[in-house]
């Protein structure tokens, strides 16, 4: 059975930083794209950042480019999201992703707040 545990989430002021971890269990990690998300209260839920099997390809929504790095980290089966400078519309609830083809699997959210 495959589990997507995610951590890291809270409440933080504006040009704060969190890092999130999703820590996935019962697949082969490190054949899966990796990828963050987020949905804000009353809107959609939209793509922050992905990176490929092996790390060395990364992309990034424009809003937070500079400011948030995803990582993996393929021998503890966890990836990363490290957030800087956080603004408050990056309020949000955020949520892993691992996909491969038609497998697709997502962790369970994680609650972000940034506080003016």
């Known amino acids: 059975q495959v589990q997507l545990v995610e951590s890291g989430g809270g409440l933080v002021q504006s040009g704060g930083s969190l890092r999130l971890s999703c820590a996935a269990s019962?697949?082969?990690?490190?054949?899966?794209?990796l990828s963050w998300y987020r949905q804000a209260p009353g809107k959609e839920r939209e793509l922050v950042a992905s990176?490929?099997?092996?790390?060395?390809?990364?992309n990034y929504a424009d809003s937070v480019k500079g400011r948030f790095t995803i990582s993996r980290d393929n021998a503890k089966n966890t990836m990363y999201l490290q957030m800087n400078n956080l603004k408050p519309e990056d309020t949000a609830v955020y949520y892993c992703?691992?996909?491969?083809?038609?497998?697709?699997?997502w962790g369970q959210g994680a609650q972000v707040a940034v506080s003016s």
């Open positions: 019962g697949l082969v990690f490190s054949i899966y794209g």
């Open positions: 992703q691992v996909v491969r083809g038609s497998d697709d699997y």
């Open positions: 990176i490929s099997m092996t790390g060395d390809s990364t």
